[in-house]
């Protein structure tokens, strides 16, 4: 007896004949709105009788919108396994998420071979498989580097480009029957996808037995591999099923018919009568259901210092560890590569609350994760626990307040404002965090006409360091919310931010692509310019040192926050006057085309960046020759300067954690040798006047004072006694160490 405590799923198996072309897409939609989870076609590439079943699955995958897809099963023999793999990835980025891969080793060797296809004995029906699997699986895995290599017996694969990845986890299916078939799939996938009419009484427990044995052997919990089953209408009823589930342990049924009234019966009824009797019978049984499965290899890749069992339920059931197929995704953040021992992802402000406790009964390092975008702020660890809000991920408008969960991203954000006719400006990139940038300041493309984003946080939800969850803003928490807004890394986990939107419809975005040669002169030119322009106007400029020998070049982009393309045009002119233009254009776009989100995966890739900045009044001449001879000399190969003036300064200093108020420009850049670049920002700093927490990666105690000069830190200290007095929050420029360190 064997039930693996699968959630139950109920598919069709329909027939891609291409007499009537459309007849098995109206069947599919069918078996979508008779509530069925999966549709899936056979695949005989031979058959002139059947349409081509990738591009049928292609077809459906566009004419439904909730049901999974699959073949049953994919002719590996005709479909070589690099392309399998981009085409599986294709459909499931198109389908968003709903394609999975049942895969079939081969039959009907004569039609193969007529096609120009291999004829091969069952031995090496397995070793084919085998290797498709191992091919199609690095194919996917865009998270390491280099290319797809296989020197097996059926493949050769030599160097082929990785990627894409799939929008998810695909799971790869075998419609297999003999043993050494059964070991490789409990080594290897992810179901097994039998027809009930080639196997005999016992099969399936002997089967099962195999690969359970297997996938044993191979470190995996038998319970990794889904048991399938298809089946016709003449078994397709509760009794007949009932047993196969719970004593045979099949959780998916697929009916193979293509009769409207049958597929119409087993969605509508069979279907929900028998997930209805499997339910009441686990729960007579005791039968644990819907645990994540984690077999031996999985389990021993788990890090000291954390108490894995002793998760909460609901944390645990979402969480990933490094022995999980999620975890080349979750591990590290855009400018750090991460190795951390579990990451939480917590889906309400209580959840949080629970993720905050149990990792600090832990003894291993914390980090606070949103976009994962941080530079000052280590959003990943090193054995240690990370607490990932991605999931809290909503924005919700009403009127002109918006209320956004800190794990979404800002061009997700400008994406929703927009149909409002609203927007709230961040940064110059889509895919940052709202979590990290509202709680620290946010210099963006809207900036001298409308302020920070934190200039327009209303209140915040947080979970402090001892777990209460509470409401920050001018009247609750008033020096909470005061610290929130520009030092909130420090103080406490953000779960909701509400924001007051302004109107902004189309914008003018302007590039233009200088001759940097004259690079300090040009400086001087572009920064007063900026300063003396309308505050529709936020232009940033991106230096590049030239490479192997040509000159250096300077990026403008400037975006003008109106529709009225004459006054933009009256205001960008003069910028084409600062240096020789080698191209320039200007376009009238949505807010949101310019900060469009990308959602692309994390995988690191930088050891430790090396990123600082400093603010300025003006752009004078003592300190462009610094910023230029850090350009000549290649220790600032990349620098950008963003206008920060404007509405910013109309806040008083004292009404916020960020209290620079009076600069009109930040300049950071990056650099690659420590030392150089250190000596080169030593003496930059001499030209500067304060410093933006969230483009520094130089954690010494001189920054906190850069940062939070004067009152701002000695404030920021007693409110950090208040808050987090033992110094949970210790990821993003500390502010009690260092500081005591300072007086020490
Ligand atoms: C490519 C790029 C472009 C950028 N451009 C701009 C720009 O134009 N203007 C600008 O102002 N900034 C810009 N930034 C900097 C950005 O604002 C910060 O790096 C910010 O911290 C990223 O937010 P995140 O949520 O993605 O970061 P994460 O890596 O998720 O978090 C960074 C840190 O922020 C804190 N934090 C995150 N979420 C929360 C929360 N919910 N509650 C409390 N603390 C939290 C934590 O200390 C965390 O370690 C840019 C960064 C990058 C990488």
Same mark, same amino acid.
């Given at each position: ?38 549709? =899936? ?22 004419? =439904?919108?909730? +049901? ?66 191992? +091919? ?35 799971? +790869? ?116 259901? #819907? ?41 590290? =953040? ?12 917590? #889906? ?57 969960? /800190? ?34 300041? #946010? ?136 240096? /020789? ?10 807010? &949101?085309? +310019? ?41 600032? &190969? ?16 004292? =009404? ?89």
């Amino acid at each position: 007896m064997a039930d693996y405590g699968h959630d139950l799923v109920f598919g069709t198996f329909l027939t891609p004949q291409n007499a009537d072309p459309h007849a098995p897409v109206v069947l599919a939609q069918l078996s979508e709105r008779a509530g069925l989870d999966l549709v =899936t076609f056979q695949d005989h590439p031979y058959q002139p009788a059947f349409l081509d079943t990738w591009t049928l699955l292609s077809y459906v995958a566009a004419s =439904t919108e909730r +049901i999974k897809i699959s073949g049953n099963v994919i002719n590996l023999p005709l479909r070589p396994p690099v392309l399998l793999a981009r085409q599986a990835a294709s459909l499931d980025l198109l389908s968003g998420g709903r394609f999975e891969l049942g895969l079939g080793a081969g039959a009907f060797w004569d039609a193969i071979v007529a096609m120009g296809g291999p004829r091969r004995s069952p031995a090496e029906a397995v070793a084919s498989m085998s290797e498709a699997i191992d +091919i199609i699986r690095t194919t996917w895995d865009a998270s390491r580097r280099g290319g797809v290599f296989a020197d097996g017996e059926q493949y050769k694969i030599r160097g082929a480009k990785r990627g894409p990845e799939p929008a998810h986890d695909v799971s +790869i299916w075998l419609g297999a029957l003999g043993p050494r078939m059964l070991r490789l799939l409990g080594e290897k996938a992810d179901g097994w996808l039998p027809s009930l009419s080639n196997l005999k009484p016992g099969d399936l427990a002997r089967g099962n037995a195999i690969i359970d044995e297997a996938a044993a052997a191979a470190g995996r919990d038998p319970r990794e591999v889904r048991r399938m089953l298809n089946i016709t209408a003449e078994t397709a009823t509760v009794d007949d099923l009932l047993p196969l589930a719970l004593g045979d342990g099949v959780s998916a049924f697929i009916l193979a018919s293509d009769e409207p009234g049958a597929i119409q019966v087993w969605g509508e009824e069979i279907a929900p009568e028998l997930r209805e009797a499997v339910t009441r019978e686990r729960r007579a049984a005791g039968t644990p259901t #819907g645990e994540v499965v984690r077999g031996p290899k999985a389990l021993a890749l788990r890090r000291e210092g954390i108490a894995y069992d002793a998760l909460p339920p609901a944390l645990a059931a979402t969480a990933v560890e490094p022995g999980d197929k999620a975890y080349p995704k979750a591990r590290s =953040t855009y400018m750090r590569s991460g190795a951390p021992g579990l990451v939480l992802r917590p #889906g309400t402000a209580a959840e949080v609350a629970e993720a905050l406790a149990f990792a600090r009964r832990q003894d291993v390092p914390l980090a606070v994760r949103s976009g994962g975008h941080g530079i000052s702020g280590r959003s990943t660890n090193d054995g240690g626990i990370v607490i990932d809000l991605a999931r809290l991920d909503s924005v919700d408008v009403s009127g002109t307040r918006v209320r956004v969960g /800190p794990g979404t991203s800002w061009g997700h954000v400008a994406e929703s404002l927009a149909p409002h006719g609203l927007a709230m400006s961040s940064g110059d990139f889509g895919d940052v965090g709202v979590g990290g940038l509202a709680t620290a300041g #946010g210099i963006g493309f809207l900036s001298r006409k409308f302020g920070l984003t934190i200039d327009h946080v209303t209140a915040a939800e947080v979970v402090l360091a001892d777990g209460r969850i509470v409401r920050a803003d001018a009247r609750e928490n008033p020096d909470l919310f005061w610290a929130l807004r520009g030092a909130g890394g420090n103080f406490g986990i953000v779960t909701a931010f509400e924001l007051d939107a302004y109107p902004v419809g189309d914008v003018v975005f302007a590039q233009m692509l200088y001759d940097a040669s004259d690079t300090s002169a040009l400086l001087e030119r572009w920064g007063k310019l900026v300063e003396a322009a309308p505050r529709e106007l936020t232009s940033f400029l991106y230096l590049f040192a030239g490479r192997r020998g040509s000159a250096p070049a300077a990026q403008a982009i400037t975006v003008w926050a109106d529709d009225d393309t004459d006054a933009a045009v009256d205001a960008l002119t003069p910028l084409l006057s600062v240096a /020789p233009v080698r191209q320039q254009q200007a376009q009238l776009l949505p807010y &949101p085309a +310019i900060v469009a989100p990308s959602d692309a995966a994390h995988y690191g890739g930088q050891a430790d960046p090396l990123i600082s900045n400093g603010l300025a009044v003006h752009l004078a001449p003592d300190l462009n020759e610094v910023i230029a001879d850090g350009l000549r000399s290649g220790v600032t &190969p990349w620098i950008a300067i963003r206008a920060a003036g404007g509405a910013v300064n109309d806040v008083d200093p004292g =009404t916020t954690a960020y209290p620079h108020r009076h600069q009109n420009f930040n300049v950071s850049s990056v650099g690659g040798h420590r030392e150089l670049f250190r000596e080169h920002w030593d003496e930059l700093r001499r030209h500067l006047d304060g410093l933006y927490l969230s483009f520094e990666t130089d954690q010494r105690p001189e920054r906190l004072r850069d940062a939070f000069p004067g009152d701002t830190l000695t404030r920021l200290r007693e409110l950090k006694a208040v808050y987090d007095p033992e110094n949970v929050f210790s990821q993003n420029f500390p502010i009690a160490l260092p500081v005591d360190r300072l007086h020490g």
